[in-house]
């Protein structure tokens, strides 16, 4: 275990560190000063995007232990483009907020980035669902839709059905509905693996990208939410569930590699 933690310590550790100061930074008080706040907007927009690249790093790392055509590593390859999808249209949502002159600029190019990297995601894990979806009993599965679900369920009556009951536009609409549908869902497609391996190191690799799609559904919520009342803002703390959802991701990236490497 100590050579395996070895191997693997350093890179994920620096990686994470740094834009976990970055954030705290960013989200984790008020700034006083004119100055200290635009540093706060700069960092916030940075850190959007370096988290997303660094979740893409530690899935890069996890495919290298695969052979070409392996399914893992199609998953894990997958995960990766969805993850510097995401960064490409953090970078043009920050572009648009700083030189295009909308503070908020939703909907915009940048949604059609954010939509696909769920999307890709969601194929990625719908890949390792059908590897596991064998090795789980019919109650483990039933109780993973259940909770996708009721997650749901609890997303669409507290946040999702006034913008839908709205005078907003479809594609407003659309987005507000599929960012929190599509993570909602993800987090028991994290899960299915979770158990299916129970019992080996991998379990504990899926149990963080479930709870890296908690932080992403919890992220969408409140984005969906406080856009639509003109609440949401570069700096506020929301912004923080994306880093953390994105650093859990990468760090499942690189211990699913290290735990692959002992065996």
Known sequence: MTDLMTRWRWMPVALVAGVAALAAYAYGFDASSLQDRLVRHVLAS?????????????????????APGDRERGVWSLCAVATAT?????????????????????????????????????????????????????????ALLGLGFVGWVAGFLYVLQPILGSAATPVQKLLALLYPTVAVFLV???????????????????????????????????????????????????????VAGFMLLGIGGFWQRAVQEEV
């Open 86 to 142: 995401w960064a490409i249209g953090r970078a043009i949502f920050a572009f648009q907020q700083w030189w295009g002159g909308t503070a908020v600029p939703y909907p915009s190019a940048a949604d059609a980035f954010f939509a696909g990297a769920y999307v890709l995601l969601a194929a990625a894990l719908a890949i390792e669902v059908r590897l596991v979806l064998p090795m789980l009993e019919r109650s483990h599965r039933l």
């Open 188 to 242: 028991p497609a994290g899960l299915a693996p979770a158990l299916g391996f129970r019992g080996g190191a991998s379990a504990y690799v899926w149990l963080t990208v479930a709870l890296a799609a908690v932080c992403l559904a919890a992220a969408s919520l409140g984005y969906s939410f406080l856009t639509w009342y003109g609440l949401y803002s570069d700096v506020h703390s929301v912004n923080a569930l994306w």
């Open 46 to 66: 940075v850190v959007q995007v370096l988290a997303p690249l660094v979740a893409g790093v530690g899935c890069l790392a996890a495919t290298r232990v695969y």
